[in-house]
């Protein structure tokens, strides 16, 4: 048996030769510390060359070669959008109706026909319009016929009180005559002028029935379109307490006015000249622009929300936009 003495020296002489041989191959542990940095370093720098390829490779097949863009730096507006809804309608707008009651005899215009002033768009049935022109024109001939009688009574009057004047300075008429031929004269003259009144009395009624004849026709009042035609021959329409609307004319449709409603938060980033866009049903890929001519002050209270009606100035050339669109 060997004691335990004679193996420590071997141990330790072991343990000396693998660590010089360690050394000489340079396999020391820091060293191998640094070689795996170093593998690890190569895999990732691998990996990520490798994903670089894969996204040129497949970005390539699509849009070609990869291309970038540089821009300097530059301040802008700031945009704040303001949102609102409204109705379309036209800058002049006319509800034409009558003053007059009676029945529709003809009617001479229909939906979208472009008419000019003046023209006749409906007529009433006159019968008894021209009845009452003929009464009232003959009450002004008796009226006048009443002054040529008040004006020869005048006359006979005048000339009996200036020859009793001639006679009773000679002392051949009495004084009581000479009065009385006098009172003659005055009531006479009363009686002209009282005639002369009944004349412009029956002129003025005579005036007002033709006016009622020539309104039974009903006319444009300006150039335009018609937008709506609420009568038939035949109908009867009442002007007793509103008068009825007959028609309704739109002045021009290729000039346009869009009425808003702007909530009260943002009303104060509202003002005149700001420029609009706007979107309709009928054509909703398309943007219509429009200028802001007139935001009103008076309020519009409905279900508790606070809104200011703004108006809105359209080009509608192309006549795409229809009156009444949102």
Known sequence: MKSP???????????????????????????????TRT??????????????????FFAGEDSGTV?????????????VLVTATGTLEPVNQVEVGTEISGTI???????????????????????RLQAQVIQARATLETAKAKLREAQATVLETRLRWERCAKLARKEMCSQ???????????????????????????????????TDLAKAVIRAPIDGIVLKRQ??????????????????????????ELHVAVDEADVGMVSEGQRASFTVDAHPNQRFSAVIEEVRFAPETVDGVVTYETLLSVDNRDLLLRPGMT
Request: aromatic share 4%.
């Open 67 to 79: 291309q970038f863009t540089t821009a300097a730096a530059s301040r802008g507006a700031l945009t």
């Open 176 to 210: 009581e005559e000479l009065e009385s031929a006098k009172a003659a004269y005055a009531r006479a003259q009363a009686g002209e002028a009282s005639a002369d009144a009944q004349i412009a009395v029956a002129q003025a009624t005579l005036d007002a029935q033709e």
């Open 105 to 127: 005899e003809r009617v001479d215009a229909d939906f979208n026909q472009r008419v000019k002033r003046g023209q006749v768009l409906a007529k009433l049935n006159t019968d």
């Open 231 to 256: 009568i038939e021959p035949g109908q009867t329409v009442a002007a007793s307490l509103q008068t009825p609307v007959l028609f309704v004319l739109a002045e021009n449709l290729s000039q346009m």
């Open 39 to 56: 593998v690890l370093w190569l895999a990732a720098a691998l990996a990520i060359a490798s994903g670089i390829t894969f996204a040129v």
């Open 5 to 35: 003495k004679a193996e420590t020296p071997m141990s330790e002489e072991t343990s000396s030769a693998s660590t010089d041989i360690d050394q000489v191959l340079g396999m020391d542990r820091p060293s191998k510390r640094r070689w």
